[in-house]
Each structure stands twice: as C-alpha cells, then as structure tokens.
C-alpha cells in the first residue's frame, strides 16, 4: 500500500523566482521617493506574503513523511498558453497541481463560487472581491490536459509518460487544489459548491487531503522510478519566466523626481524644453529633455 513505503519526500525543485523579484524591487524601492515608494513598498509586503506562503506549503510537505516529489514554481510555455504553476506534487498515484494563496483577511465564498476577502481597516470591515484561484488553478490543469491531448506532443516525454498511466484517465490522475497558506484566515465556505469546497484546503490540513485522495483512488500505484519520472518530466518542461514584474515600476520610476517623488512633466522655457517636478514651486528640481 502508498503509504507503507519506507521513504521520505524528495523535494526536487525547492526554489522558487519571489527572490529575484525581492531583490529588484528593493533595488527600485531605494530609489523611489513619495507615492511610487509606498507602491513598491505594498508590492513588496505582497511578494514576502507569497513567499512565506509557499514556505508554509514546503514545510508541510517536507514533514508529511509520505513518498513524493515536490517541485516549486514551474513555468511551463505550451503554443500561445502558459502556466506559472506553484506545486507539482507527485505521490505514487496521484499528481497534485496546487495553487498556494497567503491571503491576509478572511476569505468568502458564495454559492455561485465568487471569492470576496474580508479585512478590517480602522475598524470597519471592507470587503472586496478577488480573482477565483480555483479558476486559475483550473487553467493551469487545462494546459496540461491540452498538453497530454494534443497530437503534435505525442512526439515528446510529456505525452510518453502521460500514457503510461494504465486504469486511469488524465483527470483520474491529477487533482487541482488551492492551498489558504496563511494561518490567521479564516475561510467561510459554507455556501460554496461542493465542486469548489472540495478543492479549498487549508495549508495544516493538506498532507491529510493528500493522504486521503490517495486512499480513494483506484488508479494503479507507480513505484519510485515511475514517480521520478514524473518529476523529471515536470522539470524538462519549465523555462524561467522572463515576464518582468517591476517593469512598470521602473516606467514610473524614469518619469518620477528624485527629490519629492512627484511627477516629471514637460515644461518649455527660455532656453527650451525640461523637465519639472509636478509639485513647484514647494520643489523645484529640474532635468534637461535629452
């Protein structure tokens, strides 16, 4: 049986790209000054809550004594379709696409499935929806199913190994999952479709969700190797995201005064056309037009 096998998890890309991006945006931050450095700033709390997030998934993985690999951030390009998945965790009959969410605020869901987070701010409680991670997630398992289905991937590993899941169709082998990463909120799903609740797991109660699925499915069960392969499949498919996601920080940052942090704009005067800070006459820094 799976959960018999006298192995520990195998994490096998643990690193994620939230660090490099950390890096830039300090790098911009420091030379930000008024609105634009409170921007990066929020832009920065907002990366180091991902971060931790996933860091909470790892360390539940890690101590899950269960056999598995792990990979973390995978970036898989496929035709016009991306998908920037958090986790492929790969158990010996089941593959886990997780989404990770760090969510500051308590979480809703209705019964039409719509996300709405609660936060209190100065007291009084705001609520605003947010884009559903089901739906992501989902988009993510699609581009894989259209990976796995299409003819011109035959040709490749993804598809050989795909097909060597024998008693199981794609979907009988693949569960998409949102991971709520932070302790504190409290996720009110209680009118949420089952379809959806049941796809909604807390982060202290994954390893169980996986122990679980496991225990229900009828698939065959892969020994090590096959495990691996899996694995190693996952990997040979992720490229690094080249999107740049400080790029319009530094956009901002070229037309933004150094001293005050207010807008450069256009002005014209006796000895042509300059730059001026948006709030002269309190600052008066100017730039030569290049």
Known sequence: MFFTKDKEPVIFKEHGSGEKQLEELQLLCDKAKGKLKEEIEQEIRNV?????????????????????????????EYEDY????????????????????????????DNKGAFTRVVEVGGRKRREGIYSPITQNERHLALLRKMNSDKQAQKGMFSKI???????????????????????????????????KNKLIRADALIEYIKRENAKSNA???????????????????????????????KQLETCCPECGGELVLRSGKYGEFFGCS??????FTKKKA
């Open 48 to 76: 180091k809550a991902g971060i931790a997030g996933e860091e909470n998934v790892i360390f539940e993985l890690k101590n899950s004594h269960i056999p598995m690999y792990v990979l973390r951030d995978i970036y898989i």
């Open 82 to 109: 991306t998908a920037q998945i958090d986790f492929v965790v790969v158990t010996s009959k089941l593959i886990f696409i997780i989404e990770c969410k760090n969510m500051y605020g308590n979480i809703e869901v």
């Open 162 to 196: 795909i097909s060597s899941l024998i008693g199981g169709s794609f979907d009988d082998n693949y569960r998409a999952i949102t991971v709520i990463a932070n302790p504190k909120s409290v996720v009110n799903d209680r009118f949420a479709p089952k379809e959806i």
């Open 220 to 250: 065959i069960e892969w020994d090590d190797k096959s495990m691996k392969s899996f694995a190693e499949m996952f990997l040979s498919k992720h490229s690094e995201n080249t999107a740049d996601y400080t790029e319009r920080f530094r």
């Open 279 to 284: 709030n002269y006459p309190e600052c008066r």
